[in-house]
């Protein structure tokens, strides 16, 4: 009841509802944008954040991330090009609408589905999350640090099969996170005499960097335009009460399998959305109708990934561990404000988490009215040039970054960042592996010699914590099944040579 009064306390008091809504209004636009993953939408927001209260600035971060993976299904169903990896699969049947000129049908399924997959994601959410972080509660330095290490094998989920690039950007981020003062001697760390590098190098510039900026660098290199939209769509139409009762199996099929994936880490809204897309035709009544532009082919993967993005957030608000590139963006938006996710902000300041919850119930909310008022922004935006956005993008990373503490330091960073992320997306390493290890170094090596300072150096503490057993043993399991599987893999690729050649 307390939590139920506090949140409607929240409501008229604080900025929940205006940045919930300017919060969607803007994801939309983002997730709308071939080439702008909510992530990256995010992150441009980021820096704006600082001079923020910090619910407010979560409540922003957070609606953003719902509204831009609703986004990403509109240019998916208009040119065919997904805005969001997780509307991938809405491309398959959406654009097949399309062409019999029902997009917007498509559109009104597609914002359907994906509101009965955003409540049924938040509805997890706030179940799941308390008690997990009143476990979490019990740790001790031994379990952190195990916790940390069961953080980091979730790179052998994220890395595509390549868990030899996976492992090898976490340690990219594992040596930036050293950089600083020695979290129990104080004594400095390459820091080469800079005294703006004795905090350690800050995890918020160096996410805007990599996503955003090498993302804007790697679209000037490669010139990618997309397709045109125009004359494509005359309106929005919201499905009738008969199509409602005919998507009811593939939303339920769908919002179930998000929030599976939502749980399990590394998954991620992609998976969630082909998963879902393959078992709504299998339990169709007209499975011949998916691919030929099926309803239900619409709805299936947008519920799936709006409830994914929802659970999503479980691992971080629980145990302060990131499962996604979005996550990780929030993350930082935590950060800014001096704010670290987990169970200790559950026990110390749970209005925080009050006003998150909050703040996304009222972006579902808003999802539908933004979604109806913003579509032809949406469409106007598909259509311009892309080097104007990608200066626009640019310029507003770049003063975003600068207006934090009005350092050229800082911008430096950002761009250092930027050329480091475009050089690892040209060699196929993976972005989340970073964040991991930048987020997880200082837990990991803290709590280890922390540990062994209680223990007197006896490495045995780690296993007479229960806890801690059991995180090590998941971790060492996590690792060996994506070792097995990555082997299968490449023998089954090395013998199929007609795979090979095509």
């Known amino acids: 009841m307390d939590a139920i009064l506090q949140s409607l306390d929240l409501l008229t008091t604080t900025l929940v509802v205006p940045m919930a809504i300017i919060g969607m209004i803007f994801g939309i636009f983002g997730g709308a944008m071939p080439g702008l993953s909510p992530s990256i939408t995010m992150a441009l927001l980021l820096p704006f954040t600082y001079t923020m209260d910090p619910i407010p600035a979560i409540v922003l971060l957070a609606a953003t991330y719902v509204g831009a993976e609703y986004g990403g299904s509109v240019p998916a169903i208009l040119i065919r090009t997904p805005g969001t990896n997780a509307a991938a699969a809405t491309l398959i049947d959406g654009y097949e609408m399309n062409k019999q000129g029902k997009a917007g049908e498509a559109l009104g399924i597609s914002l359907y589905a994906s509101s009965i997959g955003n409540f049924a994601g938040i509805f997890c959410l706030i179940l799941f999350t308390a008690p997990l972080a009143e476990l979490a509660l019990q740790f001790r330095p031994t379990t952190y640090f195990a916790l940390g290490v069961l953080g980091l094998s979730v790179i052998a989920t994220v890395s595509e099969g390549l868990l030899t690039k996976g492992v090898l950007a976490a340690l990219i981020g594992l040596m930036i996170a050293?950089?600083?003062?020695?979290?129990?001697?104080?004594?400095?760390?390459?820091?080469?005499?800079?005294?703006?590098?004795?905090?350690?190098?800050?995890?918020?510039l160096m996410m805007v960097g990599l996503f955003a900026v090498s993302e804007v660098l790697e679209q000037?290199?490669?010139?990618?335009?997309?397709?045109?939209?125009?004359?494509?769509?005359?309106?929005?139409?919201?499905?009738?009460?008969?199509?409602?009762?005919?998507?009811?199996?593939?939303?339920?099929?769908?919002?179930g399998i998000g929030v599976f994936c939502g749980i399990m880490p590394?998954?991620?809204?992609?998976?969630?959305?082909?998963?879902?897309?393959?078992?709504?035709?299998?339990?169709?009544?007209?499975?011949?109708?998916?691919?030929?532009?099926?309803?239900?082919?619409?709805?299936a993967p947008e519920a799936a990934n709006?409830?994914?993005?929802?659970?999503?957030?479980?691992?971080?608000?629980?145990?302060?561990?990131?499962?996604?590139?979005?996550?990780?963006?929030?993350?930082?938006?935590?950060?800014?404000?001096?704010?670290?996710?987990?169970?200790?902000?559950?026990?110390?300041?749970?209005?925080?988490?009050?006003?998150?919850?909050?703040?996304?119930?009222?972006?579902?909310?808003?999802?539908?009215?933004?979604?109806?008022?913003?579509?032809?922004?949406?469409?106007?935006?598909?259509?311009?040039?892309?080097?104007?956005?990608?200066?626009?993008?640019?310029?507003?990373?770049?003063?975003?970054?600068?207006?934090?503490?009005?350092?050229?330091?800082?911008?430096?960073?950002?761009?250092?960042?930027?050329?480091?992320?475009?050089?690892?997306?040209?060699?196929?390493?993976?972005?989340?592996?970073?964040?991991?290890?930048?987020?997880?170094?200082?837990?990991?090596?803290?709590?280890?010699?922390?540990?062994?300072?209680?223990?007197?150096?006896?490495?045995?503490?780690?296993?007479?914590?229960?806890?801690?057993?059991?995180?090590?043993?998941?971790?060492?399991?996590?690792?060996?099944?994506?070792?097995?599987?990555?082997?299968?893999?490449?023998?089954?690729?090395?013998?199929?040579?007609?795979?090979?050649?095509?």
Not at 266 to 295: L, Q
């Open 306 to 502: 709006n409830a994914d993005a929802g659970v999503g957030l479980i691992p971080l608000l629980s145990f302060g561990i990131p499962a996604s590139n979005s996550t990780a963006i929030l993350l930082g938006g935590f950060l800014i404000h001096g704010l670290v996710p987990g169970p200790v902000l559950f026990d110390r300041d749970p209005t925080i988490l009050y006003g998150l919850f909050t703040g996304l119930v009222v972006a579902s909310f808003a999802l539908i009215p933004a979604a109806f008022l913003t579509l032809g922004g949406c469409v106007w935006l598909v259509n311009q040039p892309k080097y104007y956005l990608r200066a626009f993008i640019l310029a507003l990373v770049l003063a975003g970054a600068y207006s934090v503490n009005g350092s050229i330091f800082d911008l430096g960073i950002v761009m250092a960042a930027g050329v480091l992320g475009l050089g690892m997306r040209y060699f196929g390493l993976p972005m989340l592996p970073v964040v991991l290890g930048l987020v997880l170094g200082f837990m990991i090596e803290s709590n280890y010699r922390r540990s062994l300072v209680i223990a007197g150096g006896d490495h045995r503490i780690f296993l007479e914590d229960p806890i801690a057993v059991v995180f090590l043993v998941l971790s060492f399991l996590f690792l060996a099944i994506s070792l097995v599987q990555e082997f299968h893999s490449r023998r089954g690729s090395a013998g199929t040579p007609i795979d090979k050649v095509s």
């Open 220 to 255: 000037m290199a490669t010139r990618s335009e997309s397709g045109n939209a125009k004359g494509a769509i005359t309106r929005l139409k919201w499905p009738a009460m008969a199509m409602q009762k005919k998507l009811w199996r593939s939303n339920l099929i769908g919002s």
């Open 266 to 299: 590394g998954a991620g809204g992609t998976v969630a959305s082909f998963m879902a897309y393959n078992e709504a035709r299998r339990f169709s009544r007209t499975p011949g109708e998916f691919g030929k532009g099926s309803p239900e082919g619409v709805a």
């Open 178 to 204: 050293t950089i600083g003062t020695d979290p129990v001697s104080g004594v400095a760390r390459f820091t080469y005499g800079n005294p703006n590098l004795l905090s350690g190098v800050p995890i918020i």
